[in-house]
C-alpha cells in the first residue's frame, strides 16, 4: 500500500494497524475524534481531524510518513 492510500482510505473511515520497528500501532477514529495509538502501553495520541493525525503525530518522534519506508501494514 502507497503512505497516500493509506490517508485517503483512513479519511473515508477504515482503521489500520501498523508495525514500525517490530511496534504495533492502531490508527482509528470514533466522533469524538482521531487516535495513534501504540498497542503495547496504550499510549494513546488524540487529534481534531485525519489531517493533524498525519501531520502531527509521532512513531518514535517521526512522522507517520517519516516512518513510512519502515512500517507494514
Known sequence: ?????L?????????FQLYYKGVSYWISQNEEGYYLT??????????????????LG???NITILEAWPN???
Open 1 to 5: 500500500m502507497e503512505y497516500n492510500e
Open 7 to 15: 490517508v485517503e482510505r483512513f479519511e473515508m473511515g477504515e482503521e
Open 38 to 55: 501504540r498497542e503495547e502501553d496504550g499510549f494513546t495520541q488524540s487529534f481534531e481531524s485525519a489531517d493533524q493525525l498525519f501531520e
Open 58 to 60: 509521532k512513531i518514535d
Open 71 to 73: 512500517i507494514e501494514v
